[in-house]
């Protein structure tokens, strides 16, 4: 019998503890139900997670990143660009946000914009070669052949 009513307090304790976390944690949970369907690729089951963490002012490292990645997976190139040029506003993965809103902008035709992002992040992470190689075809698409040349062989460490 003491066995049985031990049981039953550890089981009473568990399912109390699982409801005061998520009274008290309800942001917690729902960063995790969209972190999981981000995970499984289920990323239009993921937006409205994210949302709603963002209008209640949750932050978690990540949460904007992964909000762009879930639009631009489903096709919303409008508010993805609006979340990349927040986590620029923001200072947040500067690196990281440049190089979404530079293809975003390439992808919009606005060539001069997205290889001003290229360049910038190339001047704090000069070896990164898959930047360089977008801007070199950004250049080359906007006539600028000489220096498109010049930034592919730059990626082939010809010219460093």
Known sequence: MKRLGFILFLLAVAALTTMAYRYFNQEWVIYRKAES??????????????????????????LLRHLGSCYLATGNEPKARAVFERMLARGEDRFGAMKELASI?????????????????LQQTPDDDSVRVRLAR???WTGRLEQAIHEYRKALEEEK
């Open 138 to 140: 950004l250049l080359f």
């Open 37 to 62: 369907r981000f995970s499984n690729r289920a990323f239009s089951e993921a937006i409205p997670y994210y949302e709603e963490l963002l209008r209640k002012g949750f932050q978690a490292p990540g």
């Open 105 to 121: 902008y390439e992808s919009l035709g606005r060539f001069q914009e997205a290889a001003a992002l290229y360049q910038e992040v």
